[in-house]
């Protein structure tokens, strides 16, 4: 069935830091890619989609590339800041119309 | 816009009781999901509908979960009765189309504690 898979966490950085969460999916047809993030305290956001292959999706710094090859849709962020501590969540779009989510990978940025 | 409405925010309750949750989406979205998120996992979806008909609910434990959604804008999610590993925070969610490029906008979820 449908799956995605995401690095574990927690990933504990410094300001200014580079950041990459990976992320592989499994999934029938050829489905729309998400990112989303909780904040604490906060309820699931949409952080940034993209909808088709080789597309570039990104918001507020961070990027992922759809890559139909790998079935990867990696996250990454080039100077990552405190206010960027939160937990991602990788979230394919399937058949269906169904998304599913990753377990989710927290991120702890230190000052 | 208003975002997703739910309620109660926190539920604590003995196992074998029944509990309800209620859902307003965003007005005007047409898909309306219930999710399942335990502590340390990515959300597990329970059931999804668009306007008022059932277009998933292959993972709803039927036998202790119902969810209705009526006249296609709020939703109820009940559990009855409820067990220990139900413990989770329920979060419903809405698109506007639901189709593969509508994201999900959620509401800030209910915290269930069963005893």
């Known amino acids: 069935g449908d799956s995605v898979t995401q690095m574990e966490g927690p990933v504990t950085l410094s300001e200014e830091a580079f950041l990459t969460i990976n992320c592989t999916y499994t999934?029938?047809?050829?489905?729309?890619l998400f990112w989303y993030v909780q904040y604490p305290g906060e309820g699931l956001q949409l952080l940034l989609k993209a909808t088709k292959a080789d597309d570039k999706g990104s918001n507020k710094g961070f990027e992922a590339t759809y890559r139909k090859e790998t079935t990867s849709f990696h996250l990454e962020k080039g100077s990552v800041q405190v206010s960027d501590s939160a937990v991602y969540f990788c979230a394919p779009h399937t058949g269906g119309f169904k998304t599913i989510f990753g377990a989710g990978t927290r991120l702890f940025v230190k000052a | 816009e208003a975002g997703v409405a739910q309620s109660p925010r926190y539920k604590i309750i003995e196992k074998r009781q029944s509990v309800a949750f209620w859902c307003n989406p965003i007005?005007?979205?047409?898909?309306l999901y219930w999710y399942q998120q335990i502590l340390g996992q990515g959300p597990k979806l329970l059931i999804q509908f668009q306007n008022n008909g059932v277009v998933d609910d292959s993972q709803l434990p039927k036998d202790r979960f119902s969810a209705e959604r009526l006249k296609g804008v709020d939703s109820t999610l009940k559990i009855q009765p409820a067990k220990l590993e139900d413990s989770a925070v329920y979060l419903c969610?809405?698109?506007?189309?639901?189709?593969?490029?509508?994201?999900?906008?959620f509401g800030n979820g209910t915290r269930l504690t069963v005893t």
């Open positions: 999934a029938t047809g050829y489905p729309s």
């Open positions: 969610a809405s698109s506007d189309k639901g189709t593969a490029n509508s994201p999900l906008h």
């Open positions: 007005s005007g979205h047409a898909t």
